[in-house]
């Protein structure tokens, strides 16, 4: 990790190199130490969380100095895979006349768990409940005052819990038809929390989680309105300058967009009514590319094995396309015709090259998750080799 100076000139904007975690970092968050101190949090691969003391040096690192951690939190068995921060406050003298501020860290991991950390303390709650992956966390406080924690997940669901607790979910929102990859927080006018969530199935969704009620998505700024053309991995909520309020939502189709959230309440607007991600093709268009894309991957495969790994993505690729349209064109005409017929869905014309290389990244994408589900630990290869390698040919 690093830490930069946004204002310096190129070249020297480096101030800090954070040194300390055995694997990619996934989290990160600033917040203030009881003393109000800054500090950094992360959640890595690694399995652990470090807090950071980014005003300290420890040493040189081209440019830049070494930051110190300052805390090393242990405990999750998985990935972490979002880490966030809120304030609780303590009554040290009665009466709430002496209130302590204490920061609290949350984070999420693959193993399932949401738990809340002191940072200066380790661990204080184990949060149990997703049926998969947890892939991010957002704090909020209810308009009664309560700390709560939103956690999403790859069960499709948004959970909300009160951290304060180890008991179960405060409430389960059934939110997407996909993995839930993002998650933020707002408020409305009368300061009821609202939360933006970003998932797998190509849409950006607003909830109010006491009703546990989706509310109508928004209207997108400018061209490109509608859904994300593939997963949305992030979403943040920000203000505009002219003091309105917007979420901007980033996916895996390399665009980002900026949603007007005036259907929120937040500002005086119209609210646009929710849309459902794109239909499945038809069952026979559907089987047709299935068979290209069965064929063209298991060639591909059989050339890579024979190959070797170093021609395995060209030969892949190249006999995964040939074989992959011979086979999806006589195969795919051929189920296509029949299960069209005995679906009722109309046979497709052959698919062009780019749809095909599209189907066999999916394919291959499906498999890593096979992996991913019966043991992580060994998806980071299978996805480099293969997956990567079909995906730059293929216009995703």
């Known amino acids: 990790m690093r830490i930069w100076d946004p204002a310096a000139a190129p070249g020297s904007a480096l101030l800090l190199t954070l040194l300390g975690h055995a694997g990619a970092v996934y989290g990160l968050c600033c917040f203030f130490d009881e003393h109000g101190l800054p500090r950094v949090a992360s959640g890595s691969e690694d399995t652990t969380l470090r807090v950071w003391d980014p005003t300290q040096a420890s040493g040189r690192a081209g440019g830049g100095a070494f930051g110190r951690c300052v805390a090393l939190l242990e405990g999750h068995s998985a990935w972490v895979t979002s880490v966030a921060t809120y304030d609780t406050f303590f009554d040290t003298g009665g009466g709430g006349a002496q209130l302590v501020r204490r920061p609290r ?10 738990r809340v950390w002191d940072p200066a303390g380790g661990r204080l709650s184990v949060l149990k409940g997703h049926r998969s992956w947890v892939h991010a966390v957002a704090p909020f406080v209810t308009p009664a005052g309560d700390k709560r924690v939103a956690s999403a997940s790859s069960d499709h669901s948004i959970r909300i819990w009160d951290p304060g607790s180890s008991g179960a ?34 849409s950006v969704r607003c909830f109010d989680p006491a009703v546990k009620k989706q509310l109508p998505l928004f209207k997108c700024f400018g061209k490109g309105v509608g859904l994300h053309a593939r997963g949305v991995k992030a979403v943040a909520v920000f203000t505009l300058p002219t003091g309105e309020r917007a979420t901007a939502s980033a996916g895996e189709d390399n665009v980002v967009k900026v949603w007007d959230v005036a259907s929120l309440g937040i500002e005086a ?20 590319l299935a068979n290209g894309s069965a064929n063209g ?4 495969s059989a050339n890579d094995s024979a190959n070797g790994s170093a021609n395995g993505s060209a030969n892949g690729s190249a006999n995964g396309s040939a ?47 096979q992996f991913e589900r ?3 630990r060994t998806v980071g290869d299978f996805r480099a080799k293969y997956v990567s390698g079909i995906a ?3 216009p995703l």
């Open 297 to 300: 991957s298991a060639n591909g």
């Open 105 to 114: 860290l949350v984070s999420a991991s693959m193993d399932t768990t949401v």
């Open 374 to 376: 019966k043991g992580w």
């Open 169 to 202: 979910a405060l409430a389960v929102i059934d939110a997407h038809k996909g993995h839930v990859w993002s998650l933020a927080v707002t408020y409305d006018r009368k300061s009821q929390p609202r939360l933006i969530s970003g998932s797998e199935d190509h």
């Open 392 to 394: 730059t040919l293929a």
């Open 269 to 288: 607007g119209k609210a646009t009514a929710a849309r459902e991600p794109p239909r499945p093709q038809p069952e026979g268009a559907a089987n047709g």
């Open 323 to 369: 074989n992959g349209s011979a086979n999806g064109t006589t195969n795919g005409s051929a189920n296509s015709s029949a299960n069209g017929s005995a679906n009722g869905s109309a046979p497709q014309d052959d698919w062009p090259v780019s749809k095909l290389l599209t189907a066999i990244h999916r394919s291959l994408e499906r498999t890593a998750q």
